[in-house]
């Protein structure tokens, strides 16, 4: 599939935990078809601002995984608003900026849509249509697995926000059932 990137502007990835988003990108860089600095992505800025990425809550009891999915919320929140800053000073020089992140609830989607539209640039959304089966065998290879519970409950939202994509106001919007073939075409001036 040929997915046609804006000169400036943003690229919402969307997609469920495991649905191989930060892997389309990383082989983007490798493929030299974007820059590493190009890309945005919220498990960096989980690090940037806490050191840390990953909070693991499963399994634990009750009181301890509140106040862990606590901890961590406020560490998203922070990030995000890091990342936030980021983009739209990348909006505001004409960049172009890929956002890695899950997008799953349509708020965090519509902050970008906004952001893009102040700064009058395009916004494009890649949506990674993967499988729950598929997502859960690939959390068993990975060194913090999210976990099934967290996989499914992410795979509902995404399955009953999936529709509403479309007509939320993108420049274009690409879904994707698997990341395999896909031909990143950059727009080379402004129009
Ligand atoms: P998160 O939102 O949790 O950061 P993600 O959507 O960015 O997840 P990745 O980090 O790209 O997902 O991939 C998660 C795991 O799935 C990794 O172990 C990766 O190797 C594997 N994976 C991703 N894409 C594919 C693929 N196309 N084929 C096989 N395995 C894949």
């Not at 804006?6 to 988003?21: E, F, T």
């Not at 102040?118 to 290879?141: C, F, M, S």
Request: aromatic share 8%; hydrophobic share 35%; with cysteine.
């Amino acid at each position: 599939m040929k997915i046609i990137v804006p000169y400036a502007g943003i690229v919402l990835l969307v997609g469920p935990s495991n649905s191989g988003k930060s892997t389309l990108l990383k082989s983007m860089i490798e493929k030299k078809q974007i820059l590493s600095s190009e890309v945005v992505s919220s498990d960096e800025f989980r690090v940037l601002v806490s050191d840390r990425e990953f909070i693991d809550w499963r399994e634990r009891p009750k009181d301890e995984a509140d106040c862990l999915l606590d901890e961590y919320q406020t560490i998203s929140k922070e990030a995000f608003s890091m990342m936030d800053s980021v983009i739209d000073a990348r909006c505001r020089l004409n960049k172009l900026t890929f956002v890695d992140a899950t997008h799953l609830h349509p708020d965090d989607r519509k902050r970008y849509i906004a952001l893009a539209r102040k700064n009058h640039v395009p916004i494009i959304a890649i949506v990674l249509d993967i499988p729950l089966d598929t997502l859960i065998e690939r959390d068993g290879q990975r060194d913090h697995p999210r976990g099934k519970r967290r996989l499914k409950q992410q795979y509902q939202t995404f399955k009953r926000e999936k529709r509403f994509i479309k007509k939320e106001g993108y420049t274009s919007t690409y879904l994707l059932d698997e990341t395999k073939h896909i031909e990143f075409i950059r727009r080379t001036n402004p129009i």
